[in-house]
């Protein structure tokens, strides 16, 4: 899977919690451009690991953007896909 498949599908969990399409990019901060807040962020990271099968951690105090998360997520799938073969 494409980061540009990630990105999609982080859209659509997204748009699930509300959040209009059009306000999403590349660039969007999840925290000060979304205001998400905790609740949304655990929402997101289950949203992932449901329908991507990684699991990344959004706690953290740092803000990130879309394509942020998408790295990471491409990242996580990486190291997943090589501690199984």
Known sequence: MD???VMDTLQ???????IP???LNQNTL???????????TVEIALG?????GVSVKLGGRKDLTL???CNLVEAARLT???NAS
């Open 30 to 40: 999840l925290r000060q451009d979304l205001q998400l807040d905790s609740t949304e």
């Open 12 to 18: 659509g969990i997204l748009t699930e919690l509300g």
């Open 67 to 69: 394509a942020q998360l």
């Open 80 to 82: 997943s896909s090589q």
């Open 48 to 52: 992932l690991k449901r329908q991507l």
């Open 21 to 23: 399409k059009e306000s």
């Open 3 to 5: 980061t540009r498949n």
